[in-house]
């Protein structure tokens, strides 16, 4: 018999949450399935079920055999209005890489952030970025648990760090085409059921906790094959400006509650403005100096998504505007 933990996004909004659950078969591959919609607002109770279509298969580091990421349809087998993926799998070709840069804070179970139990932390932000000793980092053996678990998931993620606020972490997730989505998200999944097994939990808000401490974003950095072999100083300016001219569009598609991170402090820029730079990390969108060095072949990185942010979301406005 084989264990499939099946995974899928629920109808919650602003954004979605994620739900699972096992099925036991002797399929070799996972089947299609169902679910009760009316418990995940994704149906009323009279028409309840839902159908979970498997997209991308998983070892799963965890339990069972395979995780499967899921697309929701209707009873009457239509895309579902909560799935935010088939829209993006019809732009993303896997010519499209993304790097995410998942930033997020580690939380009891009462919702007060690690080491943040008895108040706000004495010492400021400045000595926790990259920190080591336990006076400058909590949570450090999920963060690393989590790495293992990913990568023996067949996810790519390419580093880790401890973020600038106490308690706050990254993890750099890279993929391809629309897979790009899918990880990123199993990836999620699987930092929520690592830190389960310590009790703790995830908090992706992009400020958690207001004051003079950093937010939480997901830079997306971003190429297409032109912009990694065959790029000018033009094709960079004229992708730039493109994304410009729909700057609220991306705003409304990059996760809520964005306003109280893009201040225009802590190396940001203001929500209601666009701008681009080599270096700029105050900018909407960085040209990477790896890009100007390797004759502008590279990526851009877009500075503007929160953490909280639903990747194909991203992918979607980000292919849909510039393939336009
Ligand atoms: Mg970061």
């Not at 009457?76 to 732009?91: I, M, Q």
Request: include cysteine; aromatic fraction near 10%; charged fraction near 25%.
């Amino acid at each position: 018999m084989i264990k499939y933990e099946y995974v899928w996004l629920d109808g919650y909004k602003p954004e979605p949450f994620l739900r699972s659950k096992v099925k036991v078969t002797r399929e070799t591959t996972p089947p299609d399935w169902s679910f009760d919609g009316s418990s995940t607002q994704q149906a009323e109770g009279g028409s309840s079920d839902c159908l979970l279509l498997p997209v991308t298969e998983y070892t799963n580091p965890l339990y069972g055999d395979k995780l499967v990421m899921c697309q929701v349809q209707t009873g009457e087998h239509e895309t579902h209005p909560t799935n935010t993926r088939a829209a993006a799998a019809e732009v993303a070709s896997d010519e499209w890489w993304f790097g995410f840069e998942q930033e997020y804070f580690l939380t009891n179970p009462d919702g007060t952030i690690l080491g943040w139990e008895d108040g706000i932390p004495e010492k400021p932000q400045g000595e926790y970025y990259c920190g080591v000793g336990a006076a400058n980092v909590k949570g450090r053996d999920i963060s690393e648990a989590h790495l293992e678990a990913c990568l023996e998931a067949g996810i790519e993620l390419t580093g880790t760090n401890a973020e600038v606020a106490l308690g706050q972490w990254e993890y750099q997730c890279l993929g391809k085409g629309i897979k790009a989505g899918d990880d990123l998200w199993m990836s999620r999944y699987l930092l929520h059921k690592v830190a389960e097994d310590f009790d703790v939990s995830v908090n992706i808000h992009p400020k958690p906790q207001s004051g003079d401490w950093n937010g939480s974003g997901m830079h997306t950095n971003f190429s297409n094959k032109e912009m990694r072999e065959n790029g000018t100083e033009e094709l960079y300016s004229t992708m730039c400006d493109k994304l410009g001219e729909v700057h609220q569009d991306a705003i409304a598609n990059y996760g809520s509650d964005n306003d109280q991170r893009l201040t225009g402090l802590h190396e940001t820029q203001k929500i209601t403005d666009f701008s681009y730079g080599v270096s700029d990390r105050g900018a909407s969108i960085r040209i990477p100096i790896y890009t100007v060095e390797h004759n502008w072949n590279g990526y851009l990185e877009d500075r503007r998504p929160a953490s909280n942010a639903d990747p194909y979301k991203i992918i979607n406005h980000i292919v849909g505007t510039l393939t336009k």
